[in-house]
């Protein structure tokens, strides 16, 4: 699936405000990417999170982590305001994290359910090594094949999600791998309605650029109804915490 970075932007933009509430999975996530890689490092010099939003990872770090200097990167601007009223030091780095440059190279590089975004994993694994320190650590997690298995299977739309093997093939080319995690998470939902809202709520509508029409919500909602009569939606998280070969 092509992904278009100025529509993403446009979307996580109208999302940001009701972001926080909804993003449960990712908050999560958020914390057990921050808590395994306590396990192997606390104090890192330069720091660099890709894809900040509205600082949900940014908040697990500054209460876990020491850094002499934050960086932080998102495709919207926006993203600053939320991530300064976190850290008013930080120098924020607005694009796609798929082309910055920085002024120094990082001690760690950290993410969290930004990767499923990017379009070519092999090339940013390149990209985000030439912006690393030797040893430097690359922290983050992403979404496996199974994420929103519902949403694919009633309306055809995925992102090109990896499954754990693929990622490890991919990043274990210029990273040793220390650490990894998959598991699943099911929400449960009390109307089809509020699925999409939940999904307008943390910018993943960003899969389509298409209007839908009241008979097509219509007919979404009779589908789930039918197909899920539980309204669940799956998360599939994957965690990967590796370092900078030398
Ligand atoms: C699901 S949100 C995650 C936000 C935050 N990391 C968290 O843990 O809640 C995805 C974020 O990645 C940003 N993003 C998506 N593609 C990006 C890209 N190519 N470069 C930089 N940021 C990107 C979006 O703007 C959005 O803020």
């Given at each position: 699936?092509?992904?278009?970075?100025?529509?993403?932007?446009q979307?996580?933009?109208?999302?940001?405000?009701?972001?926080?509430?909804?993003?449960?999975?990712?908050?999560?996530?958020?914390?057990?990417?921050?808590?395994?890689?306590?396990?192997i490092?606390?104090?890192?010099?330069?720091?660099l999170?890709?894809?900040?939003?509205?600082?949900?990872?940014?908040?697990?770090?500054?209460?876990?982590?020491?850094?002499?200097?934050?960086?932080?990167?998102?495709?919207?601007?926006?993203?600053?305001?939320?991530?300064?009223?976190?850290?008013?030091?930080?120098?924020?780095?607005?694009?796609?994290?798929?082309?910055?440059?920085?002024?120094?190279?990082?001690?760690?590089?950290?993410?969290?359910?930004?990767?499923?975004?990017?379009?070519?994993?092999?090339?940013?694994?390149?990209?985000?090594?030439?912006?690393?320190?030797?040893?430097?650590?690359?922290?983050?997690?992403?979404?496996?094949?199974?994420?929103?298995?519902e949403?694919?299977?009633?309306?055809?739309?995925?992102?090109?999600?990896?499954?754990?093997?693929?990622?490890?093939?991919?990043?274990?080319?210029?990273?040793?791998?220390?650490?990894?995690?998959?598991?699943?998470?099911?929400?449960?939902?009390?109307?089809?309605?509020?699925?999409?809202?939940?999904?307008?709520?943390?910018?993943?509508?960003?899969?389509?650029?298409k209007?839908?029409?009241f008979?097509?919500?219509?007919?979404?909602?009779?589908?789930?109804?039918?197909?899920?009569?539980?309204?669940?939606?799956?998360?599939?998280?994957?965690?990967i915490?590796?370092?900078?070969?030398?």
């Amino acid at each position: 699936m092509h992904i278009n970075p100025k529509f993403i932007k446009q979307q996580f933009e109208k999302s940001m405000d009701k972001y926080n509430e909804n993003a449960i999975v990712q908050k999560i996530v958020a914390q057990k990417l921050v808590k395994k890689l306590v396990d192997i490092e606390t104090n890192f010099e330069n720091i660099l999170e890709l894809g900040s939003g509205t600082g949900l990872l940014t908040q697990e770090i500054v209460g876990n982590i020491k850094y002499k200097n934050y960086y932080a990167n998102d495709l919207t601007e926006k993203s600053k305001q939320y991530v300064l009223k976190i850290i008013p030091e930080l120098n924020f780095i607005c694009g796609n994290a798929q082309k910055i440059s920085t002024t120094k190279k990082m001690d760690l590089i950290i993410s969290n359910a930004v990767f499923q975004w990017f379009e070519n994993l092999s090339k940013l694994n390149i990209h985000l090594n030439s912006l690393m320190n030797k040893n430097g650590i690359l922290a983050f997690s992403t979404f496996s094949k199974k994420n929103y298995q519902e949403i694919k299977d009633l309306i055809g739309l995925s992102l090109d999600y990896k499954n754990l093997e693929e990622l490890l093939a991919i990043f274990s080319e210029n990273f040793e791998i220390l650490v990894t995690e998959e598991f699943d998470y099911v929400m449960q939902f009390s109307n089809p309605l509020e699925i999409l809202a939940h999904m307008k709520h943390t910018g993943v509508n960003s899969l389509t650029t298409k209007q839908w029409t009241f008979k097509e919500i219509k007919k979404f909602c009779d589908n789930y109804k039918e197909k899920y009569p539980n309204l669940t939606l799956t998360y599939s998280p994957i965690i990967i915490i590796c370092k900078k070969k030398s």
